[in-house]
Every structure is written in structure tokens, then in C-alpha cells.
């Protein structure tokens, strides 16, 4: 679809999710699955009452260690302490896990439970026929999930490098049990690679990109998102896209994702290059901001991006995920960025 919406993954939690994941310890397992199947409900229900093409589960049963990634994974000892605890929010203030046996994840990573969980609950809203959005899956490349992993020569994870290389596997993996499960759009997630282009071998990060997703490129729309970092709404490295470039365009996937409205739109001349090779999935909303943008703002930003790609080669999201965003606020921000997009539509005279 030209000038089609989207988003990267995650949406804020409802204030009662927030509470009870603050508690788990006090729900039984009927308890929680409820509380799960309630917070996708009401995922959907914001996106969909938004008008997106492509929909998530929010990523709203990521709620704690014990239920997120790192909770699946065999081998580390979940979070130990941050660095600093206090001072203005920053990056340095997420803790990080001690490696202390061979990585495995026996049981998966959890995405293909959450995508069942998003497709049952969609169908029993009606969703599913050929005009409902599309259903997406998000999971973190195996270099942005390293991030929070220390080394451990003793068992030949020696660097970052070496732990990306163990967790390879367990995300290819991943998704191809998702596209086994019916799932046919799968953002890999590696923020940390835009982050980090500037001072590493982009070309690098391309050879383990592609290692990834071979299994699966060509069997589903397969997606990458490329940001700067959002932890507090805080980016962490320089806001520049140039350095992944030309390395990036070699990237296996159908859409890439490159964050812009934060960075008022500079280098915005460079998702040209990006369309010649893929979808270009651009930032258009700035979920570090709470200016809410209005429809006008979104069409006008449409029209900037429309000088440099074309209309079925442009796909539009907020910069990042939604979960470091009030609900409130992302609500009226999706809103504003479908309705921008049907007036640009309207103009072209394509499917509104």
C-alpha cells in the first residue's frame, strides 16, 4: 500500500499494567494470562481506533525480566545492580546480566507466543479478512540483544562480538518459528547498530544482519528498525544516519526503518537511497516530544519525504516504540499520523 502506516513494536502499558507488573508474584497463572489477553485488547484497540495498516501486540506482556527476553534464556544470571541509580535518567541506569553458562534458549524467546496470542485475539474481534491490517512481529537482532549481556572469556564469550555470535542462532530461530506460525511481517530490531555504525565496521553488522534473517528473507516482509536509542526518551550516540551508509543498503529486508521527526528531518535526502533497495520505513512522529503533531504536520512532512522516494516505496512510524510515551499522548500521535497520511492520499488520489 503507498504511504502505508505502521509501527515499530512496543505501546505504552495502561496504568493497571504498570501496578500489576510492579506485583507478579501475586497472580496465579490464569491471573496473568488474563491480564495479558486484557492488555493486548487494549493495544489493539488504540491502534486500530487509529486507522494503522500494520498493527503489533504492543509488546505488552514484555512486562518483566521473568516474562521478557532475557527471561528465556538459559546461562545468565538476570539483572544485576546499574552503575548509577541516581541523577537524571540515562542509559547507564539499566542493569546488566552476568553470562554464566552457554547460552540456550530451549523454550524459544517468547515471540511466537505473543504473535499466537495477537492473532487469536484479533480474530475474535473480526479482524483477519482482506482489509484488516496487517499483524507484525518484533524481535531484537542478536547485536542489540547483546547489549545487555557482560562477557565471559572463561566460556569463550570474550566480547560483544563473540555473544552476538552465540545469539544468532536463537533469533534465527525465533523467526522461523514465527514464520511456521503464520507470520508474515517481522521487524528484527537493531538499534544498536545505528547506534553504534559511527565507530564500528558498518559492514560488519550487515554480514550479521543477514546471517539472521537468511533462513527467513523471501518467506515473509521482513523489516529492520534503526533508531538511536529511546531508554527515558534519551538517544545514546550520534543522531547521524550517514555513517551506516552505503554498508546498510545491502541489508536483507523489504523495509527499513530510519528515525527523522527527532532529528527534525535532517539527511532526510538519504532515504532516496534507502527506496531504490527497500521500503523506507520513515520517522515521522517524535515519540521524544510531546507536541502533538496534527494531521496538517503529518501531511506535510509526507510531502518533504515524497520529494526524495516514492509513494509505494514510503511507509510511515513513529521514530521508536511507544513505551516510553504516555497513552494519552500516543494515542492522539497515531491518530494524527493515519489521518495525515489519508489526506496525502486523498491529494494523490490513491486508496484512502
Not at 565496521?201 to 515473509?220: A, C, E, K, L, Y
Request: charged fraction near 25%; proline fraction near 7%.
Amino acid at each position: 500500500m503507498p504511504l502505508r502506516t505502521s509501527v515499530i513494536g512496543s505501546y505504552p502499558f495502561p496504568g493497571w499494567l504498570e501496578l500489576a507488573s510492579t506485583q507478579l508474584n501475586r497472580f496465579g497463572p490464569d491471573d496473568l494470562a488474563e491480564l495479558q489477553d486484557d492488555a493486548v485488547v487494549a493495544a489493539l484497540h488504540d491502534q486500530l481506533a487509529a486507522g494503522l495498516d500494520v498493527v503489533t501486540d504492543g509488546e505488552q506482556t514484555r512486562l518483566d525480566f521473568n516474562l521478557s527476553f532475557y527471561g528465556y534464556i538459559q546461562g545468565i544470571d538476570l539483572e544485576s545492580a546499574p552503575p548509577r541509580l541516581f541523577g537524571p535518567p540515562a542509559h547507564d541506569q539499566r542493569g546488566k546480566h552476568k553470562v554464566v553458562a552457554p547460552l540456550t534458549a530451549p523454550r524459544g524467546l517468547g515471540a511466537v507466543d505473543e504473535f499466537k496470542r495477537l492473532q487469536r485475539i484479533s480474530s475474535s474481534l473480526g479482524l483477519g479478512h482482506s482489509a484488516s491490517p496487517t499483524l507484525k512481529a518484533s524481535v531484537p537482532g542478536p547485536y542489540t540483544l547483546s547489549g545487555r549481556l557482560l562477557p565471559n572469556a572463561a566460556l569463550g564469550y570474550t566480547d560483544r562480538w563473540a555473544l552476538t555470535e552465540a545469539l544468532l542462532p536463537i533469533v534465527r530461530k525465533e523467526l522461523e518459528d514465527l514464520v511456521a506460525a503464520g507470520c508474515t511481517e517481522i521487524s528484527v530490531d537493531e538499534p544498536s547498530m545505528s547506534c553504534y555504525a559511527y565507530k564500528e565496521d558498518p559492514w560488519r553488522f550487515v554480514d550479521i544482519f543477514n546471517r539472521t534473517v537468511g533462513t527467513v528473507f523471501g518467506r515473509t516482509r521482513v523489516c529492520t528498525h534503526l533508531c538511536f536509542g529511546n531508554y527515558k526518551a534519551r538517544a545514546v550516540g550520534p543522531r547521524q544516519i550517514a555513517p551506516m551508509f552505503p554498508a546498510f543498503l545491502d541489508f536483507k529486508c523489504d523495509e527499513m526503518h530510519v528515525e527523522m521527526a527527532s532529528r527534525e528531518f535532517a539527511e532526510l535526502e538519504l532515504i532516496g537511497q534507502i527506496a531504490q533497495r527497500c521500503d523506507v520505513a520513515v520517522g515521522i512522529i517524535d515519540v521524544k516530544s510531546y507536541y502533538i503533531e496534527t494531521p496538517d504536520d503529518v501531511a506535510r512532512r509526507i510531502k518533504r519525504c515524497l520529494e526524495f522516494a516514492p509513494a509505494d516505496r514510503l511507509v510511515f512510524a513513529p521514530d521508536c516504540g511507544l513505551s516510553q510515551t504516555a497513552r494519552w499522548a500516543a494515542k492522539r500521535k497515531l491518530k494524527a499520523m493515519c489521518d495525515g497520511a489519508k489526506l496525502v492520499r486523498k491529494e494523490l488520489g490513491l486508496k484512502p
